[in-house]
Protein backbone atom coordinates (compact mmCIF):
# COMPACT_ATOMS: atom_id res chain seq x y z
CA UNK A 1 0.00 0.00 0.00
CA UNK A 2 1.55 3.55 -0.97
CA UNK A 3 1.79 5.68 1.87
CA UNK A 4 0.93 9.02 2.83
CA UNK A 5 3.40 12.29 3.11
CA UNK A 6 4.73 13.35 6.51
CA UNK A 7 2.62 16.03 6.50
CA UNK A 8 -0.27 14.43 5.08
CA UNK A 9 -0.18 11.68 7.86
CA UNK A 10 -0.05 13.94 10.59
CA UNK A 11 -3.21 16.07 8.95
CA UNK A 12 -5.11 12.64 9.29
CA UNK A 13 -4.17 12.16 12.67
CA UNK A 14 -5.48 15.36 13.87
CA UNK A 15 -8.81 14.80 11.54
CA UNK A 16 -9.59 11.31 13.15
CA UNK A 17 -9.09 12.99 16.65
CA UNK A 18 -11.75 15.51 16.08
CA UNK A 19 -14.17 13.02 14.42
CA UNK A 20 -13.46 10.57 17.26
CA UNK A 21 -14.74 13.48 19.39
CA UNK A 22 -17.98 14.38 17.39
CA UNK A 23 -16.11 17.35 15.94
CA UNK A 24 -15.66 18.65 12.37
CA UNK A 25 -12.10 18.92 10.37
CA UNK A 26 -10.17 21.35 11.66
CA UNK A 27 -10.17 24.21 9.27
CA UNK A 28 -6.26 24.65 8.92
CA UNK A 29 -5.57 20.65 8.27
CA UNK A 30 -8.82 20.18 5.86
CA UNK A 31 -7.18 22.02 3.15
CA UNK A 32 -3.75 19.40 3.40
CA UNK A 33 -6.54 16.81 2.90
CA UNK A 34 -8.30 18.37 0.27
CA UNK A 35 -4.85 18.51 -1.94
CA UNK A 36 -4.21 15.46 -1.13
CA UNK A 37 -6.94 13.45 -1.76
CA UNK A 38 -8.43 15.21 -4.55
CA UNK A 39 -10.42 14.55 -6.16
CA UNK A 40 -11.80 12.22 -4.19
CA UNK A 41 -13.27 13.79 -0.63
CA UNK A 42 -10.84 15.03 1.61
CA UNK A 43 -12.12 12.63 4.50
CA UNK A 44 -12.12 9.52 2.48
CA UNK A 45 -8.21 9.62 3.43
CA UNK A 46 -9.21 8.44 7.23
CA UNK A 47 -9.76 5.00 8.42
CA UNK A 48 -13.56 4.68 9.21
CA UNK A 49 -14.98 4.75 12.47
CA UNK A 50 -17.17 1.87 13.74
CA UNK A 51 -20.81 2.12 12.75
CA UNK A 52 -19.61 4.23 9.41
CA UNK A 53 -21.00 3.05 6.04
CA UNK A 54 -19.06 1.20 3.47
CA UNK A 55 -17.39 3.24 0.98
CA UNK A 56 -18.09 2.38 -2.54
CA UNK A 57 -16.71 3.96 -5.56
CA UNK A 58 -19.66 3.94 -8.89
CA UNK A 59 -18.17 4.21 -12.40
CA UNK A 60 -19.62 5.32 -15.39
CA UNK A 61 -22.36 6.49 -12.70
CA UNK A 62 -24.80 8.24 -15.05
CA UNK A 63 -27.88 10.14 -13.41
CA UNK A 64 -28.01 8.27 -10.33
CA UNK A 65 -29.45 4.48 -11.20
CA UNK A 66 -27.17 2.47 -9.01
CA UNK A 67 -27.56 5.33 -5.83
CA UNK A 68 -30.81 5.64 -5.91
CA UNK A 69 -31.22 1.61 -6.22
CA UNK A 70 -29.45 1.84 -3.19
CA UNK A 71 -30.25 4.41 -1.71
CA UNK A 72 -34.01 4.85 -2.04
CA UNK A 73 -35.18 1.60 -3.09
CA UNK A 74 -33.52 -0.63 -0.48
CA UNK A 75 -32.94 2.40 2.20
CA UNK A 76 -29.20 1.30 2.75
CA UNK A 77 -26.68 3.86 3.62
CA UNK A 78 -23.45 3.94 2.13
CA UNK A 79 -20.41 6.51 1.52
CA UNK A 80 -20.92 6.26 -2.24
CA UNK A 81 -18.92 8.73 -5.16
CA UNK A 82 -19.64 8.22 -8.75
CA UNK A 83 -17.31 9.52 -11.68
CA UNK A 84 -19.31 9.72 -14.69
CA UNK A 85 -17.55 12.33 -17.92
CA UNK A 86 -20.91 13.16 -18.19
CA UNK A 87 -21.61 16.88 -17.13
CA UNK A 88 -25.47 16.92 -17.52
CA UNK A 89 -25.82 13.20 -15.68
CA UNK A 90 -23.60 14.58 -12.87
CA UNK A 91 -25.56 17.54 -12.77
CA UNK A 92 -28.52 15.47 -12.34
CA UNK A 93 -27.07 12.60 -9.93
CA UNK A 94 -26.05 15.67 -7.57
CA UNK A 95 -29.36 17.68 -7.79
CA UNK A 96 -30.71 14.03 -6.17
CA UNK A 97 -28.71 14.11 -3.36
CA UNK A 98 -25.88 11.77 -4.86
CA UNK A 99 -22.15 12.99 -4.95
CA UNK A 100 -20.26 12.73 -8.49
CA UNK A 101 -16.88 13.71 -9.79
CA UNK A 102 -17.62 14.58 -13.44
CA UNK A 103 -14.02 13.18 -15.11
CA UNK A 104 -12.77 10.75 -17.50
CA UNK A 105 -12.31 7.77 -15.47
CA UNK A 106 -9.66 6.76 -17.41
CA UNK A 107 -7.88 9.32 -16.05
CA UNK A 108 -7.90 8.60 -12.76
CA UNK A 109 -5.47 6.33 -10.65
CA UNK A 110 -7.15 3.35 -9.30
CA UNK A 111 -4.51 3.08 -6.53
CA UNK A 112 -5.30 6.59 -5.22
CA UNK A 113 -4.41 6.85 -1.66
CA UNK A 114 -7.71 8.56 -1.04
CA UNK A 115 -9.65 5.16 -2.19
CA UNK A 116 -7.41 2.97 0.66
CA UNK A 117 -10.72 2.21 2.60
CA UNK A 118 -13.06 1.21 -0.25
CA UNK A 119 -15.21 -1.88 -0.05
CA UNK A 120 -16.76 -1.83 -3.24
CA UNK A 121 -16.91 -0.82 -6.93
CA UNK A 122 -20.23 -0.74 -9.01
CA UNK A 123 -19.10 -0.40 -13.17
CA UNK A 124 -21.67 -0.09 -15.69
CA UNK A 125 -19.06 0.84 -19.08
CA UNK A 126 -20.88 2.29 -22.10
CA UNK A 127 -22.66 0.04 -24.14
CA UNK A 128 -23.21 1.15 -27.76
CA UNK A 129 -20.37 -0.72 -29.29
CA UNK A 130 -22.33 -3.68 -28.00
CA UNK A 131 -26.02 -3.17 -28.00
CA UNK A 132 -28.30 -3.94 -31.20
CA UNK A 133 -28.70 -0.37 -30.51
CA UNK A 134 -25.57 0.56 -31.69
CA UNK A 135 -22.44 -0.55 -34.56
CA UNK A 136 -21.99 -3.94 -32.83
CA UNK A 137 -17.97 -2.94 -33.15
CA UNK A 138 -17.66 -4.70 -29.95
CA UNK A 139 -18.76 -7.91 -31.72
CA UNK A 140 -15.95 -8.07 -34.19
CA UNK A 141 -13.49 -10.66 -33.28
CA UNK A 142 -10.42 -8.70 -33.80
CA UNK A 143 -12.10 -6.48 -30.92
CA UNK A 144 -12.94 -8.99 -28.88
CA UNK A 145 -9.15 -10.45 -28.89
CA UNK A 146 -7.25 -7.10 -28.06
CA UNK A 147 -9.49 -6.64 -25.13
CA UNK A 148 -9.53 -10.12 -23.70
CA UNK A 149 -5.56 -10.10 -23.78
CA UNK A 150 -5.84 -6.64 -22.28
CA UNK A 151 -7.83 -8.32 -19.68
CA UNK A 152 -5.73 -10.69 -18.69
CA UNK A 153 -2.47 -8.44 -17.97
CA UNK A 154 -4.69 -6.46 -15.27
CA UNK A 155 -3.68 -9.97 -13.24
CA UNK A 156 -0.04 -10.01 -13.85
CA UNK A 157 0.23 -5.84 -13.27
CA UNK A 158 -1.68 -6.11 -10.05
CA UNK A 159 0.76 -8.92 -9.13
CA UNK A 160 -1.59 -11.96 -9.37
CA UNK A 161 -0.36 -14.48 -11.31
CA UNK A 162 0.59 -17.86 -9.35
CA UNK A 163 3.98 -18.46 -9.57
CA UNK A 164 3.10 -22.07 -10.64
CA UNK A 165 -0.24 -22.28 -12.76
CA UNK A 166 -1.53 -23.85 -15.57
CA UNK A 167 -4.28 -23.27 -18.23
CA UNK A 168 -6.78 -25.83 -18.53
CA UNK A 169 -7.79 -28.14 -21.58
CA UNK A 170 -9.78 -25.52 -22.54
CA UNK A 171 -7.12 -22.75 -22.41
CA UNK A 172 -8.90 -20.46 -20.95
CA UNK A 173 -8.74 -20.75 -16.96
CA UNK A 174 -6.12 -20.16 -14.06
CA UNK A 175 -5.70 -23.61 -11.13
CA UNK A 176 -3.69 -24.57 -8.79
CA UNK A 177 -0.65 -26.79 -9.84
CA UNK A 178 -1.60 -30.52 -9.34
CA UNK A 179 1.81 -31.19 -8.00
CA UNK A 180 1.72 -27.94 -5.58
CA UNK A 181 0.40 -30.15 -2.48
CA UNK A 182 0.72 -26.85 -0.42
CA UNK A 183 -1.67 -25.14 -3.03
CA UNK A 184 0.84 -21.74 -3.13
CA UNK A 185 0.43 -22.11 -6.92
CA UNK A 186 -2.83 -19.88 -6.33
CA UNK A 187 -3.00 -18.77 -2.95
CA UNK A 188 -1.04 -17.02 -0.05
CA UNK A 189 2.26 -16.09 -1.34
CA UNK A 190 2.62 -17.73 -4.22
CA UNK A 191 1.97 -14.99 -6.53
CA UNK A 192 4.80 -13.78 -8.71
CA UNK A 193 5.61 -10.10 -8.25
CA UNK A 194 4.13 -7.33 -10.13
CA UNK A 195 4.97 -6.86 -13.78
CA UNK A 196 5.73 -3.28 -13.66
CA UNK A 197 3.67 -1.64 -15.81
CA UNK A 198 1.37 1.10 -14.79
CA UNK A 199 -2.50 1.45 -14.98
CA UNK A 200 -1.80 3.43 -17.99
CA UNK A 201 0.27 1.73 -20.16
CA UNK A 202 -2.54 -1.39 -19.40
CA UNK A 203 -4.95 0.52 -20.82
CA UNK A 204 -2.90 1.36 -23.97
CA UNK A 205 -3.14 -2.37 -24.77
CA UNK A 206 -6.22 -2.12 -25.57
CA UNK A 207 -5.66 1.27 -27.88
CA UNK A 208 -6.32 -0.41 -31.29
CA UNK A 209 -9.54 -1.20 -31.06
CA UNK A 210 -12.00 0.33 -33.68
CA UNK A 211 -14.02 2.35 -31.26
CA UNK A 212 -12.40 3.80 -28.23
CA UNK A 213 -15.50 2.90 -26.02
CA UNK A 214 -14.92 -0.62 -26.84
CA UNK A 215 -11.78 -0.37 -24.43
CA UNK A 216 -13.38 1.10 -21.35
CA UNK A 217 -14.64 -2.60 -20.58
CA UNK A 218 -10.90 -2.55 -19.11
CA UNK A 219 -11.53 -0.92 -16.49
CA UNK A 220 -14.13 -3.56 -14.65
CA UNK A 221 -11.48 -5.58 -14.22
CA UNK A 222 -8.68 -2.85 -13.47
CA UNK A 223 -10.19 -1.13 -10.69
CA UNK A 224 -11.66 -4.10 -8.47
CA UNK A 225 -8.37 -5.46 -8.92
CA UNK A 226 -5.76 -2.87 -8.68
CA UNK A 227 -7.70 -1.47 -5.16
CA UNK A 228 -6.77 -5.08 -3.96
CA UNK A 229 -3.14 -5.01 -4.64
CA UNK A 230 -3.22 -1.45 -3.40
CA UNK A 231 -4.45 -3.42 0.20
CA UNK A 232 -7.90 -1.59 0.12
CA UNK A 233 -10.56 -3.79 2.28
CA UNK A 234 -12.43 -4.54 -1.64
CA UNK A 235 -15.06 -7.21 -0.84
CA UNK A 236 -17.05 -7.29 -3.88
CA UNK A 237 -17.62 -5.33 -7.63
CA UNK A 238 -20.61 -4.98 -9.60
CA UNK A 239 -20.76 -4.67 -13.19
CA UNK A 240 -24.12 -4.12 -15.62
CA UNK A 241 -23.41 -4.27 -19.36
CA UNK A 242 -25.37 -5.19 -22.78
CA UNK A 243 -26.65 -8.41 -22.93
CA UNK A 244 -24.64 -8.72 -26.33
CA UNK A 245 -21.24 -8.37 -24.44
CA UNK A 246 -19.48 -11.09 -25.93
CA UNK A 247 -19.26 -14.57 -23.58
CA UNK A 248 -15.47 -14.67 -23.97
CA UNK A 249 -15.10 -11.46 -22.70
CA UNK A 250 -16.99 -12.28 -19.44
CA UNK A 251 -15.23 -15.05 -19.34
CA UNK A 252 -12.00 -13.82 -19.43
CA UNK A 253 -13.25 -11.37 -16.63
CA UNK A 254 -14.01 -14.32 -14.35
CA UNK A 255 -10.67 -15.85 -14.77
CA UNK A 256 -8.75 -12.42 -13.69
CA UNK A 257 -11.02 -12.27 -10.74
CA UNK A 258 -10.35 -15.79 -9.44
CA UNK A 259 -6.89 -16.07 -10.17
CA UNK A 260 -6.63 -13.06 -8.38
CA UNK A 261 -8.71 -15.40 -5.38
CA UNK A 262 -12.07 -13.72 -5.91
CA UNK A 263 -14.23 -16.75 -4.64
CA UNK A 264 -17.35 -16.20 -6.25
CA UNK A 265 -17.89 -14.86 -9.69
CA UNK A 266 -21.98 -14.86 -11.32
CA UNK A 267 -22.98 -13.74 -14.35
CA UNK A 268 -27.05 -13.28 -15.05
CA UNK A 269 -29.10 -11.54 -18.22
CA UNK A 270 -32.01 -9.76 -16.45
CA UNK A 271 -34.95 -8.52 -18.45
CA UNK A 272 -35.99 -5.48 -16.54
CA UNK A 273 -39.50 -5.92 -17.49
CA UNK A 274 -39.81 -9.25 -15.57
CA UNK A 275 -39.27 -7.36 -12.24
CA UNK A 276 -42.13 -4.89 -12.86
CA UNK A 277 -40.49 -2.00 -14.68
CA UNK A 278 -42.91 -0.95 -17.62
CA UNK A 279 -40.16 -0.60 -20.14
CA UNK A 280 -37.89 -3.54 -21.81
CA UNK A 281 -34.14 -3.56 -20.97
CA UNK A 282 -32.60 -6.73 -21.33
CA UNK A 283 -29.02 -6.49 -19.30
CA UNK A 284 -26.18 -8.54 -18.04
CA UNK A 285 -25.23 -7.66 -14.51
CA UNK A 286 -21.73 -9.36 -13.37
CA UNK A 287 -20.98 -9.72 -9.31
CA UNK A 288 -17.88 -11.03 -7.92
CA UNK A 289 -16.78 -11.51 -4.21
CA UNK A 290 -13.87 -12.48 -2.48
CA UNK A 291 -16.14 -13.76 0.15
CA UNK A 292 -18.68 -16.23 -0.66
CA UNK A 293 -21.71 -16.08 0.67
CA UNK A 294 -25.01 -17.76 0.52
CA UNK A 295 -26.41 -14.15 0.43
CA UNK A 296 -24.50 -12.82 -2.32
CA UNK A 297 -26.46 -15.67 -4.48
CA UNK A 298 -29.79 -14.43 -3.35
CA UNK A 299 -32.52 -13.76 -6.18
CA UNK A 300 -35.36 -11.86 -6.46
CA UNK A 301 -38.42 -13.61 -8.58
CA UNK A 302 -40.01 -12.38 -11.37
CA UNK A 303 -42.54 -9.81 -10.59
CA UNK A 304 -45.91 -9.09 -11.52
CA UNK A 305 -45.82 -6.81 -14.71
CA UNK A 306 -46.51 -3.50 -15.44
CA UNK A 307 -47.88 -1.87 -18.24
CA UNK A 308 -46.75 1.08 -19.97
CA UNK A 309 -50.26 2.39 -20.20
CA UNK A 310 -50.59 1.86 -16.12
CA UNK A 311 -47.52 3.49 -15.55
CA UNK A 312 -48.16 6.50 -17.43
CA UNK A 313 -52.08 6.91 -16.55
CA UNK A 314 -53.02 6.42 -20.60
CA UNK A 315 -56.40 4.85 -20.57
CA UNK A 316 -56.23 1.41 -22.62
CA UNK A 317 -56.11 0.62 -25.85
CA UNK A 318 -52.88 3.18 -26.78
CA UNK A 319 -50.60 2.75 -29.23
CA UNK A 320 -46.98 4.84 -29.12
CA UNK A 321 -45.33 5.89 -32.50
CA UNK A 322 -41.85 5.56 -32.42
CA UNK A 323 -40.56 6.61 -36.15
CA UNK A 324 -42.99 8.98 -37.51
CA UNK A 325 -45.14 8.21 -40.57
CA UNK A 326 -43.39 5.77 -42.63
CA UNK A 327 -44.59 3.61 -46.02
CA UNK A 328 -47.28 1.31 -45.37
CA UNK A 329 -46.18 -2.70 -46.28
CA UNK A 330 -49.01 -3.32 -48.18
CA UNK A 331 -49.05 -7.43 -47.17
CA UNK A 332 -48.96 -6.67 -44.13
CA UNK A 333 -51.18 -3.21 -43.91
CA UNK A 334 -48.60 -2.35 -40.96
CA UNK A 335 -46.08 0.73 -42.00
CA UNK A 336 -42.47 -0.76 -42.57
CA UNK A 337 -40.09 -0.85 -39.85
CA UNK A 338 -42.27 -1.46 -36.89
CA UNK A 339 -42.43 1.53 -36.00
CA UNK A 340 -45.70 1.52 -33.21
CA UNK A 341 -46.37 -0.45 -30.65
CA UNK A 342 -49.34 -1.19 -27.90
CA UNK A 343 -48.91 0.83 -24.30
CA UNK A 344 -50.63 -1.89 -22.85
CA UNK A 345 -47.80 -3.88 -22.17
CA UNK A 346 -44.25 -2.89 -21.47
CA UNK A 347 -42.85 -0.13 -23.83
CA UNK A 348 -39.46 -1.22 -25.88
CA UNK A 349 -36.04 0.14 -25.00
CA UNK A 350 -36.04 3.43 -24.56
CA UNK A 351 -33.22 5.15 -26.34
CA UNK A 352 -32.13 8.76 -26.62
CA UNK A 353 -34.53 9.13 -29.80
CA UNK A 354 -37.28 8.16 -27.19
CA UNK A 355 -37.70 11.97 -27.10
CA UNK A 356 -39.85 11.27 -30.55
CA UNK A 357 -42.43 9.14 -29.40
CA UNK A 358 -45.59 10.41 -29.55
CA UNK A 359 -49.33 8.77 -28.32
CA UNK A 360 -50.97 8.01 -32.00
CA UNK A 361 -54.58 8.87 -30.86
CA UNK A 362 -53.19 12.86 -30.14
CA UNK A 363 -49.64 13.12 -30.82
CA UNK A 364 -48.98 13.78 -27.23
CA UNK A 365 -44.84 13.21 -26.62
CA UNK A 366 -43.25 11.65 -23.31
CA UNK A 367 -42.05 14.65 -20.75
CA UNK A 368 -38.46 13.60 -19.27
CA UNK A 369 -40.34 12.67 -15.93
CA UNK A 370 -42.41 10.68 -17.71
CA UNK A 371 -39.00 8.69 -19.69
CA UNK A 372 -37.26 8.96 -16.06
CA UNK A 373 -40.81 6.85 -14.85
CA UNK A 374 -40.44 4.03 -17.23
CA UNK A 375 -37.36 3.08 -16.10
CA UNK A 376 -38.26 3.10 -12.85
CA UNK A 377 -37.24 6.38 -11.38
CA UNK A 378 -39.79 8.78 -9.47
CA UNK A 379 -41.55 11.38 -11.67
CA UNK A 380 -40.28 14.01 -9.71
CA UNK A 381 -36.61 13.11 -10.46
CA UNK A 382 -34.82 16.58 -11.40
CA UNK A 383 -33.59 15.45 -14.68
CA UNK A 384 -31.18 17.98 -15.87
CA UNK A 385 -29.80 19.44 -19.14
CA UNK A 386 -31.87 19.49 -22.28
CA UNK A 387 -34.76 17.37 -23.47
CA UNK A 388 -32.57 15.53 -25.64
CA UNK A 389 -29.63 15.07 -22.93
CA UNK A 390 -32.01 14.15 -20.12
CA UNK A 391 -34.23 11.03 -22.79
CA UNK A 392 -30.04 9.82 -23.64
CA UNK A 393 -29.16 9.48 -19.71
CA UNK A 394 -32.72 8.00 -19.01
CA UNK A 395 -31.93 5.70 -22.01
CA UNK A 396 -28.51 4.77 -20.43
CA UNK A 397 -29.04 4.59 -16.78
CA UNK A 398 -29.46 1.69 -14.66
CA UNK A 399 -32.58 1.08 -13.37
CA UNK A 400 -32.92 1.88 -9.87
CA UNK A 401 -35.05 -1.61 -9.34
CA UNK A 402 -32.96 -3.76 -11.48
CA UNK A 403 -29.78 -2.07 -9.23
CA UNK A 404 -31.63 -3.10 -6.08
CA UNK A 405 -32.33 -6.49 -7.10
CA UNK A 406 -28.92 -7.09 -8.45
CA UNK A 407 -27.18 -5.74 -5.09
CA UNK A 408 -29.85 -6.96 -2.54
CA UNK A 409 -27.67 -10.24 -1.69
CA UNK A 410 -24.55 -8.39 -0.87
CA UNK A 411 -25.84 -5.24 0.59
CA UNK A 412 -28.68 -7.48 2.95
CA UNK A 413 -32.23 -6.12 3.57
CA UNK A 414 -35.39 -7.90 2.54
CA UNK A 415 -34.90 -6.87 -0.66
CA UNK A 416 -37.76 -8.58 -2.52
CA UNK A 417 -40.36 -6.93 -0.05
CA UNK A 418 -38.72 -3.52 -0.37
CA UNK A 419 -38.63 -3.70 -4.51
CA UNK A 420 -42.54 -4.65 -4.60
CA UNK A 421 -43.14 -1.92 -2.01
CA UNK A 422 -40.64 0.76 -4.61
CA UNK A 423 -43.08 -0.71 -7.22
CA UNK A 424 -46.06 -0.11 -5.83
CA UNK A 425 -45.73 3.48 -4.68
CA UNK A 426 -44.42 4.33 -7.92
CA UNK A 427 -46.78 3.15 -10.00
CA UNK A 428 -50.22 2.32 -7.90
CA UNK A 429 -50.46 5.81 -6.64
CA UNK A 430 -50.71 6.67 -10.39
CA UNK A 431 -54.05 5.34 -10.21
CA UNK A 432 -55.11 6.67 -7.02
CA UNK A 433 -53.74 10.30 -7.55
CA UNK A 434 -53.92 13.56 -10.28
CA UNK A 435 -50.82 14.53 -11.52
CA UNK A 436 -51.02 17.48 -8.99
CA UNK A 437 -51.48 15.00 -6.11
CA UNK A 438 -48.33 13.14 -6.94
CA UNK A 439 -46.52 15.77 -6.76
CA UNK A 440 -47.81 17.13 -3.47
CA UNK A 441 -47.28 13.60 -2.05
CA UNK A 442 -43.68 13.11 -3.22
Known amino acids: MRTLPAKVQTAVHVATLARK ?19 WPAEWLLAPLPGDPIRVVELFAGPGGWSEGIATVLGVAVDSVGVDISPDACATARKAGHRRICADI ?22 PTFSPAGKLSGLEQGNIQILGDAITYVGETAGYIPMEW ?15 PDGKGCHGDG ?14 MAADVSDPRIALMLEVAIWPIALQAAGAPIRW ?18 VEFECAEWFYTSREVLEAADYGLPSRRKRVYMIASRRYSPTVTRRIRPLPAT ?35 SADG ?67 GLGEALVRDYLAQLYDMDDMLTRDDYELAT
Open 21 to 39: AGLPIPTKVLPVLEEAAAP
Open 106 to 127: TTLDPEHIALRHTVAVIISPPC
Open 166 to 180: HHNNEGDGCECDPDD
Open 191 to 204: FAPRSGATWDEVRE
Open 237 to 254: MAMEQSSNLPEEILEDLS
Open 307 to 341: SMAQALGWEPGERVNTRGNRPVDPATGRAKGGNTF
Open 346 to 412: PSWCLTGKSRTWKRESDGYRLTEAEAGLLVGFRRSYPWQGSRSSAFQQAADVVSPVMAAIVLSGVLG
